[in-house]
Nanobody, 124 residues
C-alpha cells in the first residue's frame, strides 16, 4: 500500500559527509510528517528529526542530542525527506530509518510507516 525507500547509506570515513534520502510512494492522500530515526549498535532507536506542517508551512524538529549536527529537509512535491550531515564521527554509525506519518486513500486517520533502514558505517 505504502512504501518508504531509503538510499544513500554505506561506508563513510570520519570527517566525510552523509546525505540520505527517503521517498514515499503508494496510495498516499497526504503526509503529516516525515523524518529520520537511528539505532546505534546495542542501543534503542532514537529520534533524529522530523519535518511537520505548520501554520505557515513545514516545521523542523530535532532531537536535543543531535541538534546542530544534522539537517533535515523535505521535498513535498516528491514526497521525499533528506538527512544531511557533514564532519561525520564514528559515533554516527548505525541503522537509519525513515518514518512517515501519513493518510491513505479510503481510510480515515493517519498511520505510521517505516522504511527498511539503511546502514551507515563511519570509519575512523
Amino acid at each position: 500500500q505504502v512504501q518508504l525507500v531509503e538510499s544513500g547509506g554505506g561506508l563513510v570515513q570520519a570527517g566525510g559527509s552523509l546525505r540520505l534520502s527517503c521517498a514515499a510512494s503508494g496510495r498516499i492522500l497526504s503526509i503529516d510528517a516525515m523524518g529520520w530515526y537511528r539505532q546505534a549498535p546495542g542501543k534503542q532507536r532514537e529520534l533524529v528529526g522530523t519535518v511537520t506542517k505548520g501554520a505557515l508551512g513545514g516545521d523542523t524538529n530535532y532531537a536535543d542530542s543531535v541538534k546542530g549536527r544534522f539537517t533535515i529537509s523535505r521535498d513535498n512535491a516528491k514526497n521525499t525527506v533528506y538527512l544531511q550531515r557533514d564532519s561525520l564521527k564514528p559515533e554516527d554509525t548505525g541503522v537509519y530509518y525513515c518514518n512517515a506519518k501519513l493518510r491513505v486513500y479510503f481510510w480515515s486517520g493517519s498511520y505510521d510507516y517505516w522504511g527498511q533502514g539503511t546502514q551507515v558505517t563511519v570509519s575512523s
